[in-house]
C-alpha cells in the first residue's frame, strides 16, 4: 500500500511538471506571450525538479518491493488524473464527456490491479538468472533496436509542428521504452548489493537523464493533452509484456484473464481520453478516399457523393433567374447541408473546420450583428439559461440591431417559428448529428446559400 501511495504522487508530480512547460507553449502560441530567458529556465527547471521527484518516487516505489506491472499502472491513473485537473484549470484544454470519463475508467481499472496484478515472490529472485532466459534476451534486444529507431526519429521529426502524429509517436515512444528500463533497473535494487549494485543505480541514472531530456523536449514541443495519453499507454502495454518476458509475472498472477482484461481497459480509456485520435476513423476515411476518383464522378461513399451533389448544383444554370432560380438557391442550400452532414456524420469534416466556415461567413459581413445571427443566438440554448439566470440580459443583443434588421427579426421570430430562411437551408440538417454543427453556424449556412 505505501509502494502504490508513492507511485500515484510520484505520477501526479510527473503531470504537474509536464503541465508547466505546456502552460507556457501555450501562452506563447496562442497569446503571443514573450517570457525572458530567466523566465524559461526557470520553467524548465521547475519541470526538470517535478519530473525528476515523480521518477524518484517511482523508483522507490518498486525498490520497497512493489510489483512493476501494479505500481506502473497506478502511477498512469495518478498521471492522467492530475493531467486532466491541470490542463481544465489552467485554461489549456476543454475535456469533453469521453475525455472525463475515459480518465475516470481508467483510475477505475487500475485501482483494480492492486487485488489482481502479480504478487511479489516470497523467496529472492536471482536477477542473473532472469535475464539468462532466453525470451528476456530477446525482449531486451527488441528494446535495444526500437530505442535506437525512436531516437532517431525524434531527431527528424523534432521540427514538426506541435500536432504532428509523427513527432508526438516518436517522443512517446521513445520515452515509453526508458521509462520501462528504467523501472525494471529500479527494479533490481533490493535485489542486488555490491558491485551490481553499483552498475545498477549508474545505469537507471543515465537512463533517467536521457528520458528526462527527450520528457522536456516533448513537453515544450508537441500537444500534452495528446502526448500523455499516447506516451503512458504505449507504456502500459511495453511494460505488461516486459513484466511476462523478463519478470516472470505469469507465476505470481491468480487470475490472468481479469489480468489481462484490466490492461484491456487501460489501453481503451487511454485511447478515449485521446479525443484527437481515431485510428479506426482515419483508416476508415483513408479507405474510401483511396477508392474514389471525384474528378471521373467515382464516389462510393455517402460523403463523396454529397460532394458531387454539391458541384453540380454549382454549376452555371439558365434557369438562375426568377421561379427557375428560388428552386436553384433551394436546391444548393440541400446539397450544401447534405455534404456538411455527411462531413460532421463520417470525420471527413472536423468542428474547428466548421468553426473556420463560420468565422469566415461572418468576416464577410462585417461580424456585424444580423437579424439572423440574433435569432440564432436566442435559440442556442446556453443564452437561453443565462437569460434564465439573468433575465435583463435578454435584450441586449437586440439593442444592436439596425431598424431594418429588427424587422427581419421579427419576422424571422413569427410566433417562434424559423422563417422561411432558416427553414430552407436548416430542413435539411434537422435531426441528424449535424445538430450541433448547425447550433454553431446554422444562421451563416442559411445566409451563404
Known sequence: MVGALIACSG????????????????????????????????LNLVCLILNVAGSVMFAASVAIGGAVATVMPLQTGANLLANMFWQVYLDLKHFTKSMRVGTLILVCAVAELVDIGPQEPDQQVDVSELLAQPLARAWIAVLAICTVISFVACYLTKGREVRSLA????????????????????????????????????????????????TLLANAGTDVSMYIPAQLSSQLLINMVTGFCVWRDAEYISSPRAYLLVYVICIMAVYLISNELDIAGQ???AYWIRQS????????????????????????S????????????????????????QGLENGMITDKEMAALAHGLLQEQGCAPTALLVAWIER???????????PSFKDHFRSTLSAPEWEKLQALSGEGQQGPLLQSCGSSLAGSSISRGVSAQGPLLATSC
Open 11 to 42: 505520477g501526479a508530480l510527473t503531470a504537474t511538471g509536464a503541465n508547466v512547460l505546456s502552460w507556457s507553449s501555450h501562452r506563447q502560441r496562442t497569446e503571443g506571450r514573450e517570457f525572458t530567458r530567466m523566465q524559461l529556465l526557470g
Open 167 to 214: 513527432k508526438l509517436g516518436s517522443f512517446a515512444m521513445a520515452v515509453s521504452i526508458l521509462t520501462v528500463l528504467g523501472a525494471s533497473v529500479a527494479k533490481t535494487f533490493g535485489l542486488l548489493n555490491g558491485f551490481p549494485l553499483m552498475v545498477a543505480e549508474g545505469s537507471w541514472f543515465c537512463l533517467g537523464v536521457v528520458m528526462m531530456g527527450l
Open 283 to 285: 483508416a476508415s476515411r
Open 293 to 316: 476518383k471525384l474528378s471521373e464522378a467515382v464516389a462510393p461513399s455517402a460523403f463523396g457523393r454529397s460532394v458531387l451533389a454539391l458541384l453540380r448544383s454549382w454549376q452555371p
Open 318 to 341: 439558365d434557369g438562375e433567374a426568377g421561379a427557375g432560380g428560388a428552386a436553384l438557391a433551394k436546391d444548393r442550400c440541400a446539397a450544401a447541408g447534405e455534404v456538411l452532414q
Open 380 to 390: 442556442a440554448q446556453h443564452f437561453q439559461a443565462y437569460c434564465e439566470h439573468d
